[in-house]
């Protein structure tokens, strides 16, 4: 009978990365307390606040649900890339162009039928961001080009280019600057209640972030990704072929993003906006981070994340305590994460060597 010491060893190592991140978000609720206190409020009404804030009836539910998806959809868009070992920094210039080639598709084609107008709408918008994504892979797998500062310039004219658009040749006719003018019925997805964002859309993300949960954790191309972001030139060795997998890695995070503005535009705004995303994909990048890109984690971390932003209204009603609380929790919750595993990885270094 093994020493129960050495049993609990054995766990704490099998499961270390999760014990970080979950001891790290604990340890950023318990920060944020102490900064909640700071302002002259109770912790525990504040936290409160915001539970009702996002879960306190049927309505706040939707409505945090709402927030979910396009943070979920972003935090698997970067969580996929990451794992194939691509840095794609140009997710969020690619949910722009792709939410602007869905709304071109309602804007030139309004009177097809819905049921040839929203696979046309998804193909363009998840197509045209894939491509956004395929041209810096494409030059930095071929050529060494460096990928961070090919999506960094990439996102920059994603964003810009589809807000010119907006504000010249579509710009909306009755509406404020800044807008198209709305998309057809046909191409709608319908909310799920008159008062909430929620849409039918939902469903389509989360099965699409099913599916991509179970390549990632059950499917060879999974365990190639995680070599090549791993060891790349041992996954060469071993006989992948890096340059197709992390090619693949980053055409899939580019179809996330894709479907990520399509959904914004066919199910919640109805329209390109230019400012369609309040930074999903920057806020995608902290949580995939935070959880080492893992999915099951990226799922739960999104969620946790979605009820606070959610909530922090509420929250600020009841206690005074400003949203940006919120913020600041989640950014102690990634610097926790970062030390956690520099020291994790320390430790074990130190081990190995005695």
């Given at each position: ?25 604990i340890?950023?609720v ?18 409160r606040g ?15 649900l ?17 794992n ?7 997710a ?57 500062v090919?999506t960094?310039m ?19 006719k009755e ?28 469903f389509?993300?989360l ?6 949960t ?34 693949s ?64 209204l ?9 949203v ?9 919750a ?14 074990a ?6």
């Amino acid at each position: 009978m093994r020493p129960l010491n050495s049993s609990l060893g054995r766990w704490a190592q099998d499961h270390r990365d999760g014990l970080i991140v979950l001891g790290s978000f604990i340890a950023s609720v318990f920060f944020g307390g102490v900064i909640i206190a700071l302002f002259g409020a109770d912790p525990i009404e504040a936290y409160r606040g915001m539970m009702i804030g996002a879960l306190g009836d049927q309505d706040a539910v939707l409505a945090t649900l709402a927030k979910w998806i396009p943070l979920l959809l972003a935090t698997f868009s970067i969580s996929v890339a990451f794992n194939g070992g691509m840095w794609n920094i140009g997710a969020e210039g690619q949910l722009y162009v792709g939410a602007f080639a869905a709304t071109w598709v309602g804007l030139t084609f309004g009177g097809l039928p819905s049921v040839v107008m929203m696979p046309l709408a998804l193909a363009f918008g998840l197509g045209a961001a894939a491509l956004w994504a395929w041209i810096p892979a494409k030059l930095n797998l071929d050529n060494g080009l460096n990928i961070v500062v090919l999506t960094i310039m990439l996102n920059s004219l994603g964003v810009l280019a589809t807000q010119a658009l907006t504000v010249g040749p579509y710009a909306g006719k009755e509406v404020a600057a800044g807008a198209t003018d709305r998309i057809p019925e046909a191409m709608r997805f319908a909310k799920l209640t008159a008062f909430s964002n929620l849409n039918t859309g939902a469903f389509l993300a989360l099965a699409v972030v099913l599916a991509v949960t179970v390549v990632m954790l059950f499917t060879v191309r999974g365990y190639d990704w995680r070599m090549c972001r791993l060891n790349g030139r041992f996954a060469r060795y071993g006989g992948v072929n890096v340059r197709k997998v992390q090619m693949s890695a980053m055409l899939l995070s580019g179809l996330l993003a894709g479907l990520a503005g399509s959904l914004l535009v066919m199910g919640e705004q109805y329209r390109f906006r230019t400012a369609i995303s309040p930074g999903y994909t920057w806020t995608g990048m902290i949580l995939a981070m935070m959880v080492a890109y893992h999915p099951v984690g990226g799922i739960g971390v999104s969620l946790i994340y979605a009820i606070m932003e959610s909530g922090a209204l509420e929250m600020e009603l009841m206690t005074d305590v400003p949203v940006e609380v919120v913020q600041i929790v989640m950014c102690l919750a990634v610097l926790f994460v970062s030390a956690g595993f520099a020291l994790a990885n320390r430790l074990a270094s130190r081990l190995r060597e005695d």
